[in-house]
């Protein structure tokens, strides 16, 4: 099995305190908060994929509180994928329930314009280790496939802040800027929460479930 992510050494440099991290420590609040901001819109999501699971924690939270009938996680390094298919679990008998080792890139190359649609698309901390043409060929693929995306990436800031308030270096992480960031999504997503994107493929002004415009923005 050909490994197309990090190896063991990334995982034991950049996550040597998992019960501090942003996303594994407090995995079931961002889970409940996800919950909450499409609860009050009345948005059901009954399909999920994690585009890079890692160590699974945030993807198992999100499966726990959605309940899916159908969830798919795929994730490029062979080190963190066999060490999280051995916890992960579907969230009910009947949930569609299927893990791949996979990169965004495989995914990307084997859509098709009929492939499976997801409610929700999961991409945390991912796109900082894509280079510019990694991510342009993604996104518009993201776009058709999901209706909403819960992103987060570091940007060069906060890299910075890691380093001067953690003494903490991601030497993997490209370094790229908020403008670049909200530049490369604009043509497929646009922002309607913290972390929360729309799909620009799925929605009209005149028929999105997030009318609140001023909170609205990329678009």
Not at 39 to 60: A, K, W
């Amino acid at each position: 099995m050909k490994d197309h992510g990090f190896g063991e050494d990334y995982w034991k440099e950049n996550y040597s305190e998992p019960l501090e991290m942003d996303g594994i420590a407090n995995a079931d609040r961002h889970a409940q908060y996800i919950k909450s901001f499409f609860d009050v819109e009345y948005v059901d999501i009954n399909s999920i994929i994690d585009f890079g699971f890692g160590l699974g924690h945030l993807f198992d939270e999100v499966n726990k509180i959605f309940k899916p009938y159908k969830s798919y996680g795929l994730e490029p390094s062979l080190y963190a994928y066999e060490k999280a298919s051995k916890r992960l679990k579907p969230p009910t008998p009947t949930t569609k329930f299927k893990l791949k080792h996979q990169s965004i890139k495989e995914w990307v190359d084997k859509s098709k314009p009929k492939s499976a649609r997801y409610d929700l698309g999961i991409c945390t901390s991912v796109l900082q280790y894509l280079s510019e043409e990694e991510i342009n060929e993604a996104l518009p693929v993201m776009a058709k496939r999901v209706k909403y995306l819960y992103l987060s990436v570091p940007t060069d800031k906060e890299l910075d802040q890691q380093i001067n308030d953690l003494d903490f270096f991601d030497r993997f992480a490209l370094r790229r800027s908020q403008k670049t960031y909200l530049k490369l999504l604009k043509p497929h997503f646009t922002v309607i929460g913290n972390r929360v994107l729309e799909s620009k493929h799925f929605y009209s002004l005149a028929d999105t479930h997030f009318t609140d415009y001023l909170f609205r923005f990329n678009d």
